[in-house]
């Protein structure tokens, strides 16, 4: 079974610039969630989808971060315009339940110059 | 979430057994506890989760007082592979969130 993966692996772009994350959860899963960790500190949590439906995004920083899951399947992370204090890791992660066992990919590493 | 607090770092030699301390005094009556591990370059990875007493699995097994105050984490025989990140999370699966709320965790260095 494959895990979750995210595209692409890393990103460098200027400040000012858009720039779009993608996540794919485990096949089946309905419970997708987004991440970050941003210079050196904690991980923090963005948003939660159950299928296509935004279920707690409580944690987007502010406007400039768009979130969708169209069809309930992969997931897309929207930075525009992005900020130098985006620089950052981003994780996605998947369950079949609402669950804390959650299956995390491997990250995007996000450098805004 | 209920706050905890653990070692920022340990460090152990390959084969003994190491326990992380995990303290969470607020924990409330429907908080689980979950323990993920984490590798550089890595998403976290979830190790095991309990409610109360004693829980094992083939990576690890974790120790809950009666009072559920604090929790400890025991991995068996370590080797230089399991020198990781290592979070413990306090959280009520049946609230109305499943987010997963970080700390600092635990830096685990095995040495050879």
């Known amino acids: 079974e494959a895990g979750v993966t995210q595209f692409p692996s890393h990103s460098v772009i200027e400040k000012g610039q858009t720039v779009t994350l993608r996540c794919d959860p485990i096949?089946?899963?309905?419970?997708l969630y987004w991440y970050r960790r941003v210079m050196g500190k904690e991980i923090k949590f963005l948003l939660h989808f159950v299928k296509e439906s935004k279920q707690d995004e409580s944690g987007m920083p502010n406007n400039r971060f768009l979130a969708e899951r169209t069809g309930g399947t992969y997931s897309t992370l929207k930075v525009q315009p992005a900020e130098l204090e985006d620089s950052g890791v981003y994780f996605c992660?998947?369950?079949?339940?609402?669950?804390?066992?959650?299956?995390f990919g491997p990250g995007t590493r996000l450098t805004v110059t | 979430l209920a706050k905890t607090t653990q070692p920022i770092s340990m460090d152990s030699y390959e084969g003994q057994e190491v326990n992380i301390t995990c303290s969470h005094n607020n924990i409330a009556t429907n908080d689980y506890i979950t323990w993920y591990q984490q590798f550089p370059s890595q998403g976290p990875r979830f190790i095991i989760q309990g409610y109360k007493t004693k829980v094992t699995n083939e990576v690890a097994s974790l120790f809950i007082p009666a009072d559920r105050k604090s929790s400890t984490l025991s991995l068996p025989r370590v080797s230089l592979s399991d020198t990781a990140v290592y979070y413990c999370?306090?959280?009520?699966?049946?609230?109305?969130?499943?987010?997963?709320?970080f700390g600092t965790g635990t830096r685990l260095q095995v040495f050879p």
């Open positions: 096949s089946g899963h309905d419970n």
């Open positions: 999370l306090v959280g009520d699966l049946m609230g109305n969130t499943d987010k997963l709320i």
């Open positions: 992660a998947s369950s079949q339940d609402r669950s804390y066992e959650q299956y």
